[in-house]
């Protein structure tokens, strides 16, 4: 594994891409102190100031190409467990990409590949996870590890159990097993939920999570299987 470090990037996902497609290995990392571009979903702004672990891997998967967004789930689950060893922290994950504890924002997830004649040349997954800053240092919906516990982690120690329990699942992953144990340690799993999606809103109880990362929302009329978007809890 090589670890390539940065006192401050623009986005650690930028670099990866960089190395990427001068043919770095698999597992290649790229993690920086700050980043001062940190890209999330749909264009979004990551605050990524000092405190917090920003990191991308890059990975070769011998996967077709409509099976990429497994990754996230994949990396999401390996996250939560490193979290609970490392901290105790008993986070959940929220579809599609993030971890949650309670109201939360504990971590996000950027998933970026390039694809080559339906060929994953290579993937870059992009992990931010909110550790050491306070209160005033986090966006208003998010939350640290150390706002949570009280206390401060070694981020480089952090890091190596995240890829280590991502590498646990990595080679010959099971997509029906990455999903199941998603699913389980959903923050939304059986509750109401609206999601946001690129034809309007879906509003109902969220039932289940299909091998292909799309959910399932049971409306008031019908079963409606969502695959892209964004997701809120109704309280
Ligand atoms: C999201 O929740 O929308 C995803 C956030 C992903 C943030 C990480 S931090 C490391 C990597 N570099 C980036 O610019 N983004 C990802």
């Excluded at 670099?15 to 700050?34: F, P, Q, S």
């Excluded at 986070?91 to 694809?115: C, H, M, Q, R, Y």
């Excluded at 208003?140 to 159990?161: F, H, P, Q």
Aim: aromatic residues 6%; hydrophobic residues 40%.
């Amino acid at each position: 594994m090589n670890i390539i470090r940065y006192k401050r990037v623009t986005s650690t996902n930028d670099k990866a891409k960089v190395l990427g497609e001068k043919g770095a290995n698999e597992w290649t990392i790229v993690v920086a102190e700050v980043q001062t571009r940190g890209r999330g979903r749909a264009g979004k702004r990551w605050e990524s100031r000092e405190g917090g672990l920003w990191f991308s891997i890059i990975l070769r998967p011998k996967i077709s190409a409509d099976k990429v967004s497994i990754l996230q789930f994949l990396a999401s689950n390996g996250l939560r467990r490193a979290v609970k060893v490392k901290t105790g922290v008993h986070a959940l994950t929220k579809w599609p990409n993030d971890l949650v504890f309670k109201t939360g924002k504990l971590a996000g997830i950027l998933v970026e590949s390039k694809i080559v004649n339906e060929i994953v040349s290579f993937v870059i997954v992009g992990i931010g996870l909110n550790v050491n800053q306070d209160q005033r240092e986090l966006p208003s919906r998010a939350t640290s590890l150390c706002k949570i516990t009280g206390r401060n982690y070694e981020l480089n120690e952090l890091m190596e159990v995240v890829i280590e329990e991502m590498k646990l699942d990595y080679d010959g992953a099971e997509l029906a097993k990455i999903t199941d144990e998603w699913w389980t340690n959903c923050v939304h799993n059986y509750e109401q939920v609206v999601t946001h999606t690129p034809s309007g809103y879906v509003k109902g109880l969220c039932v289940g999570m299909n091998t292909d990362g799309s959910i399932l929302i049971k409306s008031k009329h019908r079963m409606v299987r969502v695959s892209e978007g964004s997701l809120k809890l109704v309280k």
